[in-house]
């Protein structure tokens, strides 16, 4: 069964770390991707099931609002996703997010 996508795109790495780090203690989710945008936007992607994504995503968005700074330029959740989506886009599980993988 397809694990759910949350995406979250910031201006400014302290916004990102703050969303990542309030998404994975706010539901049982893995943090797949992480990376640099474009010019100082940054994006992290999580998996999990549907009931777990959700409330992970809010606390991003949440966190990553109340971060001094911080632009959220765009945030995206897909609850069930094709599979092929995973070869096209950084939200397969990798070697280092399998053992962290709920």
């Known amino acids: 069964m397809p694990q759910a996508v949350g995406v979250i795109q910031v ?24 990376g640099l945008a474009e ?19 809010e606390a ?5 609002e109340n971060t001094f700074g911080c632009t959220i330029i765009t945030h995206y959740t ?3 996703p094709p599979e092929n989506l995973e070869a096209v886009l950084p939200i397969a599980y990798s070697e280092e ?6």
């Open 60 to 64: 991003g968005i949440r966190a990553a």
């Open 39 to 57: 010019r100082g936007q940054f994006m992290v992607a999580i998996r999990g099931g549907t009931s777990e994504v959700r409330p992970a995503m």
């Open 11 to 34: 201006l400014g790495f302290p916004g990102v770390l703050a969303a990542a780090d309030s998404m994975v203690k706010a539901g049982r989710v893995t943090l797949v991707y992480y």
């Open 78 to 80: 897909i609850p069930n």
């Open 97 to 102: 997010s399998e053992p962290f993988r709920v």
